[in-house]
């Protein structure tokens, strides 16, 4: 199976209670901006609303905005919807007032990469660009 064709498709959803939203639109945005198709779910979103857009939207990445301090909550009920809805190649990422040890369980448990305040909107572009629609490794086949 190749690479899809067509841009990335990435949505962007602020899950949970936070009504703070500037910095997800800022990077929708960004993303926009830098050719990409990005579908902006707007605020209070449940873990099952999200999925359920990227996969009707097919896709290629979620970015999550969260600074109500339930990242890990959410993050993890959005992995998990992901993984029982045979969805799991979609690629999370997220940012917001994250702090530095929640991080490593948050990638253990399945999130791309973090984004905290000061992270540029160029780098969270190329880092899109860079690990969204990266093919599986393939073991090679003996004949």
Same mark, same amino acid.
Do not use: C, W
């Given at each position: 199976?190749?690479?899809?064709? &067509?841009?990335?498709?990435? #949505?962007?959803?602020?899950? =949970?209670?936070?009504?703070?939203?500037?910095?997800?639109?800022?990077?929708?945005? /960004?993303?926009?901006?830098? =050719?990409?198709?990005?579908?902006? $779910? &707007?605020?209070? *979103? $449940?873990?099952? *609303?999200? #999925?359920?857009? @990227?996969? *009707?939207?097919? @896709? %290629?990445?979620?970015?999550?905005?969260?600074?109500?301090? /339930?990242?890990?909550?959410?993050?993890?009920? #959005?992995?998990?919807?992901?993984?029982?809805?045979?969805?799991? %190649?979609?690629?999370?990422?997220?940012? =917001?007032?994250?702090?530095?040890?929640?991080?490593?369980?948050?990638?253990?448990?399945?999130? @791309?990469?973090?984004? $905290?305040?000061?992270a540029t909107t160029t780098s969270i572009v190329e880092w899109v660009r860079e690990?969204?629609?990266?093919?599986?490794?393939?073991?090679?086949?003996?004949?």
């Open positions: 199976m190749g690479v899809a064709a &067509g841009p990335i498709r990435v #949505v962007v959803a602020k899950p =949970g209670l936070d009504g703070h939203d500037r910095g997800a639109k800022v990077i929708a945005r /960004a993303l926009r901006d830098a =050719g990409m198709e990005v579908i902006y $779910t &707007g605020l209070h *979103q $449940t873990p099952e *609303q999200i #999925v359920d857009t @990227a996969i *009707q939207e097919d @896709a %290629d990445a979620i970015g999550l905005s969260i600074l109500s301090g /339930a990242h890990n909550t959410l993050f993890a009920a #959005v992995i998990d919807l992901l993984e029982e809805r045979d969805a799991a %190649d979609i690629l999370v990422f997220g940012g =917001g007032i994250i702090p530095e040890e929640d991080i490593p369980p948050l990638k253990e448990k399945g999130v @791309a990469e973090i984004f $905290t305040p000061g690990n969204a629609r990266v093919p599986p490794a393939v073991e090679p086949t003996v004949r």
